[in-house]
């Protein structure tokens, strides 16, 4: 089992930044990819940011492109998304996701809310 717990979220203006932290704990060994999710009220859950865990190659939705960041930290089994220039439209839960071979987890979700 893989416990995945994220913090950072909260209330930011538009324009702003936050930090998204998600700390891996338990059978952490064979990860793959750690990602960042995100869901809006009424809409799918999409793929925000993901990193390999081997060469840390990264991915980001074209929406997020040049706004987010992912990175991850071995020592601390911790993967962070950077967030700025925040808009509205970023508003959602953001859950932290982890990949193993035949499985994967999640994160309970932290709230994302940028005001205008």
């Known amino acids: 089992q893989v416990q995945l717990v994220e913090s950072g979220g909260g209330l930011v203006q538009t324009g702003g930044s936050l930090r998204l932290s998600c700390a891996a704990s338990g059978s952490i060994f064979s990860i793959s990819y750690m990602g960042w999710y995100r869901q809006a009220p009424g809409k799918q859950r999409e793929l925000v940011a993901g990193i390999t865990s081997v060469g840390s190659s990264t991915n980001y939705a074209d929406s997020v492109k040049g706004r987010f960041t992912i990175s991850r930290d071995n020592a601390k089994n911790t993967v962070y998304l950077q967030m700025s220039s925040l808009k509205p439209e970023d508003t959602a839960v953001y859950y932290c996701?982890?990949?193993?071979?035949?499985?994967?987890?999640w994160g309970q979700g932290t709230q994302v809310t940028v005001s205008s």
């Open positions: 996701n982890a990949v193993k071979p035949k499985v994967d987890y």
